[in-house]
């Protein structure tokens, strides 16, 4: 079955920028989603297709996707982007498959 | 907009019964697929079933193959989960999403219902 594997924690001043990486095995040859969920909160999608972004999404996050990792980035960092993180694939053995999360954390 | 109300939920024994609903407005109901992911208490997303847009393709995963049935009925806009032979490790909330197709992802989501399997 396919795997994916993100850091427990990130964290990142305030105004800076974090970088979520998701391991899987050949995953640039896959598409990543990444969903951000607040505490007491559903997900939500802020990129799809490896790298576009729904629309109400800010310009601030960004995904790249190459090799063995995926990476969501945030640029200038806020308050309100404090959540978990997780990144998804879809496999043609395990079907959907999520990363195991990621807290994000705003210093 | 894109509304999705997950019910059923509540608290069950082990080997219990139980049934969710996910009714859904604001978009053409049977053009999607739709997914029902979980969510373990403190735990990470996990991917439970999914069901094309007509209902004949279904996917499972493993941990509930066998146990869950997936449904859905387009003349009413919603999505069904079917779950028996429920056990401890069920316990989570489950939320219904709409796919949107190739590539597969959530576009979606529900607020969720909590399932408790407990004695």
């Known amino acids: 079955s396919y795997e994916l594997t993100q850091p427990l924690s990130v964290s990142v001043a305030l105004g800076q920028t974090a970088k979520i990486t998701c391991g899987g095995n050949?995953?640039?040859?896959?598409?990543v989603h990444w969903y951000q969920q607040k505490p007491g909160q559903a997900p939500v999608l802020v990129i799809y297709?490896?790298?576009m972004r729904p629309s109400g999404i800010p310009e601030r996050f960004s995904g790249s996707n190459s090799g063995n990792t995926a990476t969501l980035t945030i640029i200038t960092a806020q308050a309100g982007d404090e959540a978990d993180y997780y990144c998804q694939v879809w496999d043609s053995s395990t079907a959907a498959v999520f990363g195991g999360g990621t807290k994000v954390t705003v210093l | 907009q894109v509304h999705l109300v997950e019910s059923g939920g509540g608290l069950v024994k082990p080997g219990g019964s139980l049934r969710l609903s996910c009714a859904a407005s604001?978009?053409?109901?049977?053009?999607?697929?739709m997914s029902w992911i979980r969510q373990a208490p403190g735990k990470g997303l996990e991917w439970v079933s999914c069901?094309?847009?007509?209902?004949?393709?279904?996917y499972y995963a493993d941990t509930v193959k066998g146990r869950f049935t997936i449904s859905r009925d387009n003349a009413k806009t919603s999505l069904y989960l079917e779950m028996n032979s429920l056990r401890a490790e069920d316990t989570a909330v489950y939320y219904c999403?709409?796919?949107?197709?190739?590539?597969?992802?959530?576009?979606?989501w529900g607020q969720g219902t909590l399932v408790t399997v407990s004695s």
């Open positions: 297709r490896d790298t």
């Open positions: 604001g978009f053409t109901f049977s053009d999607y697929y």
């Open positions: 999403a709409r796919d949107p197709g190739e590539p597969r992802n959530f576009d979606y």
């Open positions: 069901i094309g847009s007509s209902g004949r393709t279904i």
């Open positions: 050949n995953i640039g040859s896959k598409n």
